[in-house]
């Protein structure tokens, strides 16, 4: 008896051993899913384990992984279109399961549900018959297919440090600022730990006419998250935030994603790029609704992934949509994204129309550490349609109308206005922003901040910078040291100083610049719309025919240059403009300029005497009167210390100047008239990148000017890659009185290089360049064919060779390949020259980099 007792017992033990060792153990399969005939592999699978809610399904590789915490046994694999497979499992065990599926040739329910066997094509694809019917009904699904249009809209776009370690929370920095962290599920984007940074909500009535087609969204109501405005530019920062985080319209054939265009999954031209399968029936839903898997052919392009949800009502209208990209994607930075797209049905003519969209991303250098999340949410209600509303409303140039936002909101209001309440983490965020900017760390961080990205330090009623200027050097000065700053809106909100003083060593001489500036309407003269006039001398020195946009001549960095660097100017310039901007980017600039130029480094103004020798010209002195028009529609921009960084869109900028010389007129020397051009426009070209193209020309009106006063063309000695100037062309080396330019800069955002193995892995883009310049000077300005003794000779080197030419029948022509996004960071060109190559000192191939930071 007893042994009996011991040996059932002994079994009872057994089986609850056996039986808690394997629920106690957890069991990873893993595999890769197949078509049973092709091989070709099947995203999407659904994966499950029989009579449990358990289960997951194969990403767009056709892989799976999937690990249990119990003792299942049986996984089961479905597909429409296909056979369901059940395999068993050894549980306790880490396995490997490679499925092979059949095609259901029972499953003939039209095109819906077809099956078919054979490699991934479009032809006799029912997924892709599917996506061409809802192409075809784009027109009619969309708000165009409507007169009139009108709704409310509320928008939320919130930012917060992303995907944080408890180790990097408990630093003893962030003693003081442990109110700000938040905890969230660590299976949610950002991680577990996130320290939200920024909220904006905005509140607005939108107005759309179809004929002639114009769209108008009037801002009645804005609430942000404000950083003190000695550091940050609350305005460019949000202008900023929603250029990245802009409008999804599923229907558009390119839907911009961090200022890169991304190809629509119902672009005409979708089946081309995409794959195309279906996933899933809904059968729940009036109407019925079929999901719509789609993939990239080519994973590393500039593509969606992600799932349709189409209507089988005859109109084959998006009633949801979910859009994600792969990892392979060559997007700077992004560590994921997440959009969602929600239809709403009206009931009057049975049409789909956008209730909801909720765009999220999230930024990061590194695949594990720490990052930047955003989202913004849009809701869209109380739609009515095909009331006409009268033509003022939808008058003016631009799409945004802000009304009446400075009057500050109550909580009570937005209380009352958002459709959605806040979560406890946003509820927040205003306070904490506001809390920060009293902590004295904080404020000493942004300080620090500020003076290395922005080169300005921050003492109230003034600052002092830019930094980058404090030391620099070339032929002329030697070591150069340069101290200055300027007054804040602290000092005054209608007067402005700014002031340096700079001292050469070799030339033992003293630059200085004093300017003063009034503001009529109350504002920042740094903040737009700007309307100030401003008085300003300067002392300074030039090289003649360089022009550098957003960045100082006086730069460090501008320092190293290459070949002849020998010819400089020292300029006394005093001017007097004022500067009107408008709403709607029309802007305005006039002025008067005096200015007086004389001949520095080995550079001479010479003329010819009446026996022809050269007599040496101390100074030039010119009195001008300048204008500027310049339109920018809905142009946006970050407004920096320095300069307003544009955040550049798909409209075109225009530019035109004009300046009068006036003889006789505070010591000018010569008459003339000088008309310029230009247009700016950022061309997108889908899958094919973008381009930036600018067009420009010149015309200079009289006779006998000489060449200090012609058009001296942009010239780069330095070894970075400029923009705006040529790379190969020497200072001084073309002058001409009238010109036509051409500049392409041609983005292919890795369309070449992410077909590529191994080299795709590394995200590199390529870029493109070319520039042409036509011009001519007329004889009665040419010194070569014009004795007249007012005219200055071209310079000439030390061996008496001109090193200064006019452009003749033949243009100046330069281009360049290059690899930009290397690190991130940066663009490498190797440029070219093409023609002029007979010149003296010019160089025929040269190799420039380039900081350059895109997402």
Do not use: C
Not at 27 to 38: A, E, N, P
Not at 154 to 171: H, R, V
Not at 225 to 234: G, L
Not at 449 to 476: D, Q, R
């Amino acid at each position: 008896m007893t042994k009996s007792i011991i040996k059932f017992t002994t079994f009872i033990w057994f089986v609850l051993f056996q039986t808690g060792f394997v629920f106690g153990q957890s069991t990873s399969v893993r595999g890769v899913i197949t078509d049973l005939v092709t091989g070709e592999t099947l995203p999407y699978v659904t994966i499950t384990v029989p009579g449990s809610t358990i289960g997951t399904s194969a990403d767009d590789d056709g892989r799976y992984t999937i690990k249990l915490s119990g003792g299942q046994t049986k996984l089961k694999f479905n597909f429409i279109g296909y056979l369901p497979v059940e395999v068993d499992l050894k549980p306790g065990i880490d396995q490997t399961i490679n499925i092979q599926m059949d095609v259901n040739e029972d499953m003939l329910d039209e095109v819906v549900i077809t099956g078919k066997r054979g490699r991934y094509r479009n032809r006799d694809n029912p997924a892709v018959e599917l996506i061409k019917k809802v192409i075809e009904h784009k027109d009619e699904n969309q708000m165009g297919a409507h007169e009139y249009v009108q709704f409310e809209q509320y928008e939320k776009i919130t930012f917060a440090l992303s995907n944080l370690s408890e180790k990097f929370k408990n630093k003893k920095i962030f003693n003081n600022y442990q109110f700000l962290f938040n905890e969230q599920d660590s299976t949610e984007m950002g991680g577990s730990i996130t320290l939200p940074a920024y909220m904006e909500e905005k509140v607005s009535n939108v107005y759309y006419r179809g004929d002639p087609e114009k769209k108008k969204q009037y801002v009645l109501a804005n609430k942000k998250a404000q950083f003190d405005p000695r550091f940050i530019d609350n305005d460019g920062l949000s202008a900023y935030f929603n250029r990245l985080y802009e409008d999804i319209n599923i229907y558009d054939n390119n839907i911009s994603i961090a200022t890169n265009l991304l190809l629509s999954p119902i672009a005409n031209n979708s089946p081309t790029f995409y794959k195309f399968f279906i996933t899933d029936t809904i059968k729940t839903n009036d109407p019925w609704l079929v999901e719509l898997s789609f993939i990239p052919r080519n994973k590393s392009d500039l593509l969606f992934e992600g799932k349709l949800y189409i209507t089988l009502e005859g109109n084959y209208a998006v009633e949801g949509a979910y859009l994600t990209v792969n990892n392979d994607i060559n997007l700077n930075f992004m560590r994921g994204l997440e959009a969602n797209l929600e239809f709403d049905k009206n009931k009057e003519d049975g049409r789909y129309f956008l209730s909801k969209s909720t765009l999220a991303m999230e930024f990061a250098i590194t695949e594990k550490g720490g990052g930047i999340f955003g989202q913004r949410t849009v809701d869209y209600e109380n739609y009515i349609f095909n009331k006409p509303q009268p033509d003022s409303v939808y008058s003016g140039p631009g799409e945004v109308l802000v009304y009446n936002t400075e009057e500050k909101k109550d909580d009570a209001y937005w209380e009352d206005i958002r459709p959605i309440p806040l979560n406890a983490d946003e509820v927040t965020i205003y306070r904490n922003v506001d809390t920060l900017q009293t902590i004295k760390s904080f404020k000493r961080f942004m300080d620090i901040s500020t003076l290395i990205i922005a080169g300005y330090k921050n003492f109230g009623k003034f600052e002092m910078g830019p930094a980058n200027t404090f030391y620099s050097f070339n032929p002329v000065e030697g070591f150069r040291l340069r101290l200055g700053g300027r007054t804040t809106p602290e000092f005054n909100k209608r007067f402005y100083a700014e002031t340096y003083a700079a001292y050469g060593f070799k030339d033992e001489k003293w630059k200085y610049f004093l300017s003063g500036t009034y503001s009529f309407n109350k504002r920042s003269i740094y903040k737009f719309p700007g309307n100030y006039l401003r008085a300003s001398f300067q002392r300074d020195t030039k090289i003649p025919g360089q022009e550098l946009r957003f960045v100082q001549e006086d730069n460090f960095l501008l320092s190293f240059k290459r070949g002849d660097n020998q010819r400089w100017l020292y300029n006394d310039i005093y001017r007097l403009e004022y500067v009107r901007e408008f709403e709607n980017h029309l802007s305005f600039n006039a002025g008067f300029t005096k200015w007086k130029q004389s001949p520095a480094g080995i550079l001479k103004y010479q003329r010819l005497n009446t026996a022809g020798d050269p007599v040496n010209v101390e100074s030039l002195n010119t009195s001008e009167l300048n204008f500027q028009v310049r339109y920018a529609p809905n142009e946006q921009y970050y407004q920096g210390k320095l300069y307003r960084t544009p955040i550049f869109n798909k409209y075109p900028i225009f530019t035109l100047n004009y300046d009068m010389g006036l003889k006789g007129f505070l010591d000018g020397e010569h008459n003339y008239h000088k008309l310029s051009a230009s247009i700016f426009k950022r061309v997108y070209l889908s899958q094919l990148g973008y381009a930036d193209v600018t067009t420009e020309g010149g015309y200079i009106f009289g006779n006998n000017i000489p060449f200090p006063l012609l058009t001296i063309h942009r010239a780069n000695q330095t070894y970075a890659y400029q923009l705006n100037s040529y790379n190969l062309m020497n200072f001084m080396e073309f002058m001409s009185d009238r010109y036509a330019a051409i500049d392409v800069q041609y983005y292919m955002n890795g369309f070449l290089f992410n077909k590529i193995p191994l080299v795709k892995k590394l995200k590199l883009r390529e870029v493109f360049s070319f520039k042409s310049l036509w011009g001519s000077l007329r004889d009665e300005n040419n010194p070569n064919y014009n004795t007249n003794n007012n005219l200055f000779q071209f310079p000439l080197d030390e061996n008496g060779v001109p090193i200064s030419y006019t452009l003749n029948r033949e243009p100046y022509i330069e281009g360049s390949v290059g690899i930009a996004n290397i690190f991130k960071l940066f663009r490498v060109d190797l440029v070219k020259r093409f023609s002029y190559l007979d010149n003296p000192g010019v160089s025929e191939w040269g190799v420039r980099a380039r900081f350059k930071l895109d997402f």
